[in-house]
C-alpha cells in the first residue's frame, strides 16, 4: 500500500512538494506557531481562572496551588 | 430555535468520533482521475472547466508565478466544491469554521510573501512605502502599509467565513418563518418560500463567487511578489 502511495502520490507530486512549495511549507510552520500559542494560552488562563475560582470558594489548599502552577509552568 | 440555528455549524460526530476529516476529503471523490485519452462526460467537463478558469487565472503570472498553478486550482476546485456541497439539505460545510479558512489563508500568504523576500528583497520592501509620500507622512505609512499587510490573511479567512455563515443562516431562519407562516397565512408563507428560492439561488452565486473571490486574491497577493 505504500509502495502504490509512493508510485501515485509522492513521484508525481516531488518537484512541488520539494521545490515550488517551500515557501508554503514556511507558511504552514508560522500556522502551527501561532495554533500552539493560542493554545498554550488558553490553557493557562484556564488554569488561571480555575485557580481563582478554588481560592475564592476557600478550596485553596497548598496542593491546589502547587497543582495549578504545575500545569501553568508546563504550558498546559 | 435558538439552539437549532446554530446546530449546523458544529464539528459533525458519528458514534462520538468526529467525522470532519471524512467531510473535507468527501470533494476529492467527485473529481476522478482522468486516465484516458478521451474520457467520460463527467470528466470532459471538469477538464474544460479548469482549462478555462486556470488560463484566466494564470494569464497575469510569469514563469516563477505558474509553478503555482496546482495550488491556485485545487484552492477555487476545493472552495468551490465544499460550499456548493454545504448547500444540500442538512451537510455541514467546512468553509463555515473559521479555523478551516485561517488554516487555508494564513499557508498562502504566508508563502507569497516570503516568495517576495526571497526573490525580490527590494521591491517587497519598497511595497511598504508607495511612491510619492510626502516626508513627514513616511513613519505613519509604513506602519498603516505593515498592517495592511499583516491583515490579509485575517480578511482572507473572515470574509469567506462570513459569507458563507450568513447565507446558510438566512436561509435557516427564512425557511423556518415559511414553516410557522404556514398555519397562520398561506398567501405570506408562499411570498416567503419564494423568497427562500431566490436566496437559494443566490446562495449558489455566492459560493462560487466566494471561491473565485478567496483565490483571486491570493493569485494577486502572488503577483504581487513575484
Not at chain 1, 512541488?16 to 514556511?26: D, N
Not at chain 2, 458544529?10 to 474520457?39: H, Q
Not at chain 2, 444540500?88 to 499557508?107: D, E, K, R, V, Y
Not at chain 2, 502599509?145 to 455563515?165: D, G, K
Amino acid at each position: 500500500m505504500l509502495q502504490n502511495l509512493v508510485k501515485s502520490v509522492w513521484v508525481p507530486m516531488k518537484p512541488y512538494y520539494t521545490q515550488a512549495y517551500q515557501e508554503i511549507w514556511l507558511g504552514m510552520g508560522l500556522m502551527s506557531l501561532i495554533v500552539y500559542k493560542i493554545r498554550s494560552a488558553d490553557k493557562r488562563s484556564k488554569a488561571l481562572k480555575g485557580k481563582i475560582f478554588a481560592s475564592s470558594k476557600g478550596w485553596g489548599t497548598k496542593d491546589t496551588i502547587l497543582l495549578s502552577q504545575d500545569t501553568v509552568s508546563h504550558g498546559l | 430555535m435558538n439552539e437549532n440555528l446554530f446546530a449546523s455549524f458544529a464539528a459533525p460526530s458519528m458514534m462520538g468520533l468526529p467525522i470532519v476529516v471524512l467531510i473535507v476529503m468527501f470533494p476529492s471523490v467527485l473529481f476522478p482521475t482522468p486516465s484516458r485519452l478521451i474520457n467520460n462526460r463527467l470528466i470532459s467537463i471538469q477538464q474544460w472547466l479548469i482549462q478555462l478558469t486556470s488560463k484566466q487565472m494564470l494569464a497575469i503570472h510569469n514563469q516563477k508565478g505558474q509553478t503555482w498553478a496546482l495550488m491556485l486550482m485545487s484552492l477555487i476546485l476545493f472552495i468551490s466544491s465544499t460550499n456548493l456541497l454545504g448547500l444540500l439539505p442538512h451537510s455541514f460545510t467546512p468553509t463555515t469554521q473559521l479555523s478551516m479558512n485561517l488554516g487555508m489563508a494564513i499557508p498562502l500568504w504566508a508563502g507569497t510573501v516570503i516568495t517576495g523576500f526571497r526573490y525580490k528583497t527590494k521591491a517587497s520592501l519598497a511595497h511598504f512605502l508607495p511612491q510619492g509620500t510626502p516626508l513627514p507622512l513616511i513613519p505613519m505609512l509604513v506602519v498603516i502599509e505593515t498592517i495592511s499587510l499583516l491583515i490579509q490573511p485575517m480578511a482572507l479567512a473572515v470574509r469567506l467565513t462570513a459569507n458563507i455563515t450568513a447565507g446558510h443562516l438566512l436561509i435557516h431562519l427564512i425557511g423556518g418563518a415559511t414553516l410557522a407562516l404556514i398555519n397562520i397565512s398561506a398567501t405570506t408563507a408562499f411570498i416567503t418560500f419564494i423568497i427562500l428560492i431566490l436566496l437559494t439561488i443566490l446562495e449558489f452565486a455566492v459560493a462560487l463567487i466566494q471561491a473565485y473571490v478567496f483565490t483571486l486574491l491570493v493569485s494577486l497577493y502572488l503577483h504581487d511578489n513575484t
